[in-house]
């Protein structure tokens, strides 16, 4: 019997809240150790664990472990979203509720391999690692907050651009980490060296280039918060590119503000709804739910903490309302708990993106 086996069969209790997997994880903590290890000695490396991820599963946190030996004697595990924004709050908090167990070593995010000079990642035949990537910033005048990154590599062409991108990007989420890699890049683009025309950086030079620019940001935005105190919000009927109608609302002060990449996360909730006996649009009895829903929303983002709401469109079978943010924890948090609570009720669902100038914002939707 393996331990998967040996240990699906001792009757394990439901996994509902951190505290549980972790008592879990302690009673068979000698066990898990034992098959970590076998699994990253004898077999290259390897970083899955089927019993650890399908006990995490069962929080319904999107969250996958990745399991490795740290040096001889200790196992270490990092809890990733894989990138997922919406549910990256989630490792940090299972993490923060994590004991100590000797032996082990937890960790939030997929974080920065180390030392990078001797790593080479192999994917479908491509090389990746600092000596045949790099990279140069795009400055525009007009975004002069806006962190856009081109990497080159020099196996980068038309007919392999797809499976180059992948790796590239695989390798810049293991060099910068999890975290950064969605936190400190706002675009980021792939070529070949040949048609490059730019002065080349090397990929070493990442890093440094990254934590220097954000260092700029924090201390040109440190504190900023919008005050809507003499605002309003503005509603009017509209037509979508369909010809079908639409309802929007929101504060066109705000939409303007030049302090845009103090809050550079934009929290767009989507509601559905059956409206085909309303051209798209919902009945009464689903608006009253809909405000309802927004209203607690608005109630916990508040503008002083760093919070703003932009507004919402109804129209098509959804609302969308959006609000823009300082950080993505909270709204994550609190949106999976709104969607817990009205999942009987109405189909709801979040996306966060990191956009520092509200681009992907769309309130220009023709009257």
Known sequence: MNIEEFIAQNNQPPINTYKDFWDWFKSNNNSLHKQVNNNFTNNNGSTQNS????????????????????????????????????????AEEIISSAPTIPGWK???????????????????????NLDNMWFFPNNDSNYPDKIDITIVHEDYNEKNKSKIIDGASAFIDIYIGELNYISLIDKLTYTSKDNNQKNLLPLKKLKPYLTKKQKKLDKKYKGVRYDSTFDGFKSYDAISPNDEPMKVFFNPNVISWDQKASHPWIIEILLRFDGDKHNGLPDEKTIQLFDKIEDDITIKLNETDGYL????????????????????RKPSKLLHEIKNQNNSLIDIDFNVIKDKYWENLNYSINP
């Open 51 to 90: 019993v650890i991820n399908s006990k995490v599963g069962e929080l319904n946190m999107g969250l996958e472990v990745f399991a490795k030996m740290y040096d001889d004697k200790t196992a270490w595990l990092t809890f990733s979203a894989n990138l997922d924004i919406r549910y990256m709050v989630f």
């Open 106 to 128: 937890f960790s939030a995010h997929r974080t920065p391999f180390g030392p990078m000079n001797l790593f080479n990642l192999v994917i479908e035949g491509f090389n990746y």
């Open 309 to 328: 709401k932009i507004g919402s469109i109804t129209g098509l079978n959804m609302r969308a309302i959006h609000f823009v943010c300082i950080d993505f």
